[in-house]
């Protein structure tokens, strides 16, 4: 099973075949997909300006999406270090129960779905490494009442999502499932309250 740096290879080689290239692209949102799989692909489309069916986009723009692929991926690498390090130490001074934030990120070990957008469709503007940035700072400060990738106050609970965990509150504005621990037990309890189920 090829890696990611090996599909990445691939998606620039020119002497590759095209329809290869997309597939490559395609195969490395199987090892890093922030968004999950189909939401992450949207995003990249659109960035990069092609139509996710597109079955022979410009290869140019292939590159480029793969390049903000790959940003992203070297800032959640780093914060995955960063995190490793901590929890090392941690343990060395004696603290081996993990927190909130530590149970978060357990599911979502090698960036699958760290902003979860259960609809394909909606997800941020904003570059990935930016919005895996702002996701970051969230989980290294107090929690706060909004959420951390676009400032939005209006976050629902929502149920039956295709990830886990499977319900929790998402923010209606750019459609990410909102980590938990970055939210204060108010704003958790306000999004509850103003519940929208979704069945799946």
Request: charged share 30%; with cysteine; glycine share 6%.
């Amino acid at each position: 099973m090829a890696g990611f740096r090996s599909l990445a290879r691939q998606v620039r080689d020119p002497r590759c075949d095209l329809a290869l290239r997309r597939y490559s692209l395609r195969k490395c949102l199987e090892r890093f997909a922030p968004y999950g799989h189909r939401a992450t692909w949207d995003h990249l489309c659109s960035r990069a300006g092609f139509d996710p069916d597109d079955r022979s986009p410009d290869p140019a723009r292939l590159v480029a999406a793969l390049e903000e692929l790959e940003e992203a991926r070297s800032v959640w690498l780093a914060y995955e270090v960063e995190f490793a390090r901590r929890r090392k130490k941690e343990k060395h001074d004696g603290l081996r129960r993990p927190g909130s934030v530590d149970d978060w990120h357990r599911l979502t070990w090698g960036g699958f779905g760290v902003a979860w957008c259960d609809d394909p469709r909606v997800h941020p503007r904003e570059p990935l490494a930016e919005v895996l940035r702002r996701l970051i700072a969230a989980l290294e400060r107090e929690p706060d009442a909004a959420c951390p990738v676009c400032g939005g106050e209006r976050l629902v609970w929502t149920y039956d999502l295709d990830h886990e965990p499977s319900s929790g509150p998402v923010c209606v504005e750019c459609g990410i499932l909102v980590p938990r621990p970055v939210l204060t037990p108010e704003a958790l309890a306000h999004a509850r309250r103003g519940q929208l189920l979704v069945s799946a």
